[in-house]
């Protein structure tokens, strides 16, 4: 094979080091191999050298070490290179062609270790899930919805009351408080706007709106093409009265120009909502109760997290725009996003959190 693709799901046991995901290779050689690695330095990628000469190197930086979740890795070889993809993102490309191939006396493929002459090494210390060998190479979109992680709930919360600017929610005070945060950070936070995620939230929508109702709001900082410092947000809730009132998704950075998923928000005031704003790969949609009133290109724009732990409220902002009616359920996906029928079906049944 002198082209092809690689696809594995894994997860790692904590150690880092040399070890081998999947290889092949000339186990009478000491030193002629194509594997994917975790390499001595913590990187990740494709090792393959034949008779001791590099045929492939291309590795990304990313920690997986420790972590403990289950990811997805895809890697792609031809003639216009090496690609490799991570959780649906393109994370590396070289301009190498090594492949299978490129391994003269190729006679042993193993996973969690390699085999050469001096016998099996570079045993894998986590698990490993599938792992998949396609005798051609994976388009972009095909490589991106291969490695897409699965729906993972980041956090869930059945708050089920009044929220007023004195008894709204911050990290500190939610169900768990900072040791969610603390514990299950690798979840929660999301450090591309492009990835894969979904936010739903049930509540009692006011019977106006002079500002903005808050039911979920994440700021993190950010710094402008100028040096200055500031601020982003990603707000879930109602807002005006610029452009009249609106109701879903907006994202405010002063780095890059504001980005909404929304619609007119009169025909649900003073109504019970099951509202789902979701991410996708290629689409992002809004959902309320039951049914898709929003559609767009998922944007792609360089900025800062999406939330951040840190400095993120539940039925206010940070300093005000207080929700001031009922907030029932809260909850956040990372991964693969609930599908549409999914999603309305939940919105329909006001159980976000199922």
Not at 60 to 71: A, E, N, P, Y
Not at 202 to 224: K, M
Not at 251 to 259: C, K, L, Q, V
Request: glycine share 10%.
């Amino acid at each position: 094979m002198t082209e092809g693709s690689v696809v594995v799901s894994f997860k790692t046991g904590g150690a880092a080091g040399g070890q081998t995901l999947f290889s092949v290779s000339d186990s009478s050689d000491a030193d002629s191999v194509w594997g994917l690695v975790q390499t001595g330095d913590g990187r990740f990628g494709v090792y393959a050298r034949n008779d001791s000469t590099d045929v492939n190197l291309t590795y990304f930086d990313r920690d997986l070490v420790t972590d403990g979740l289950w990811h997805q890795m895809a890697v792609t070889v031809g003639s216009d290179g090496t690609d490799v993809y991570v959780d649906g993102e393109h994370v590396a490309h070289t301009e190498s062609t090594g492949f299978f191939a490129d391994v003269d006396g190729l006679d042993a493929m193993d996973l969690g270790r390699v085999v050469t002459s001096g016998g099996a090494a570079g045993f894998w210390d986590g698990s490993i899930g599938t792992l998949e060998v396609f005798d051609g190479v994976l388009t972009a979109e095909q490589a991106v919805a291969a490695t897409q992680p699965a729906a993972m709930p980041v956090a869930a919360f059945h708050v089920d009351q009044d929220l007023t600017a004195d008894n709204a929610i911050t990290m500190a005070t939610a169900p768990g408080g900072t040791d969610l945060v603390a514990d299950h950070l690798p979840q929660w936070e999301c450090n591309e706007l492009a990835a894969s995620w979904a936010i739903g939230t049930t509540f009692t929508a006011p019977d106006s709106v002079t500002d903005q109702a808050t039911v979920f709001q994440s700021e993190d900082s950010v710094t402008t093409n100028g040096g200055n410092a500031s601020t982003a947000s990603l707000m879930l809730g109602i807002w005006g009265p610029d452009g009249g009132e609106r109701i879903g998704l907006r994202y405010d950075s002063p780095a890059i120009s504001e980005w909404d998923l929304s619609v007119p928000f009169d025909q649900y005031q003073d109504k019970k909502v099951s509202m789902i704003a979701v991410m996708g790969p290629v689409n992002s949609y809004l959902i309320i109760n039951g049914q898709t009133v929003a559609t767009t290109p998922t944007p792609v724009p360089e900025g800062p997290h999406i939330w951040h732990p840190a400095s993120t409220t539940i039925g206010t902002t940070n300093t005000d725009h207080t929700l001031g009616t009922n907030l029932k359920t809260l909850a956040i996906w990372k991964g693969v996003v609930p599908s549409t029928p999914l999603a309305q079906s939940l919105t329909l049944a006001h159980n976000i959190t199922r």
